[in-house]
């Protein structure tokens, strides 16, 4: 049940943590630009990686009291580095198993899970621990991708065929790289209330620059990326099929090219 740091498929390489604020940087507006907390309000960011979420979450509420928790120590540290490099001071950080916080039920207002779930052999049970950390009235926010929403154009068989392999990995390591479809069932067998879940679709086309390389390039084909050498070791994909598979994910990013992708923000109360 519990996440080791091994079992993070795309691995804890200083290129992971550039790919990691890439992905925040460009998707800022698009995931939480709704996401605003009131002064005085006890935030948990839940599994704050190496902080680039939490620099967007301490900055869009900056009166907010956070507590940003992790499994690895080594991402604390680059987290904490992180936060103090742009000067923000509301965010304390802690090292912790989510499935064992040491926290007194309901010592939050609110939770907020960017990116996590993925990596869980059991989601579920971490969304009910969560719940009983979270006071009565307050409020709980997950963000989560879908690799299976990615579609493109030019098509390419050897890239969905690289996507199957990151998923597949992911799937083997205990997470699920399919979980943003299912977080509405998550949340309500976890016993949230008011479950709404809203799918962000990131569109990218020549017309927007910023997303082709931050996100088509930077964010997700550095994604698939990571995997290569435990997909060839395991001869998942011929080296071929591989170098292919990933020359047509940058293909989408030319003048002609289109790539989508969905990611999924559920809220719910207690």
Known sequence: MRMNEGDYVHGYSEREAERLGDQA??????????????????????????????????????DAEITSVDISLNSIRRAEARVRAEGITNV?????????????????DHIFVC????????PGQALRLLRSLIRPGGTITVIEG??????????????K????????LQREAGGNALIGREL??????????DVHVLPRMVYVDASRPALVEGFTRQTFTAMVKGVRDTVLT??????AEWEQGIADLYRTCEPDGVFCYTFFKATGIV
């Open 25 to 62: 940087r460009t998707l800022t507006s698009l995931l939480h630009s709704d996401t605003r907390y009131p002064a005085g309000s006890r935030v948990l960011e839940a599994g704050c990686g190496t902080g680039a979420q939490t620099v967007i979450l301490a900055k869009s509420s900056p």
């Open 161 to 168: 065929k690289a996507i199957r392999c990151l998923v597949r």
């Open 92 to 108: 304390t950080f802690q090292a912790g198993d989510l499935f064992s916080l040491p926290f007194a039920p309901e010592s939050f």
């Open 184 to 193: 509405y069932p998550l949340l309500v067998q976890a016993g949230y209330a």
């Open 234 to 239: 395991r001869e998942l994909m011929s080296p």
């Open 146 to 159: 879908d690799h299976g929403s990615a579609y493109f154009h030019p098509d390419s068989a050897e890239a």
């Open 115 to 122: 990116f996590v779930l993925e990596h869980l052999s059991d």
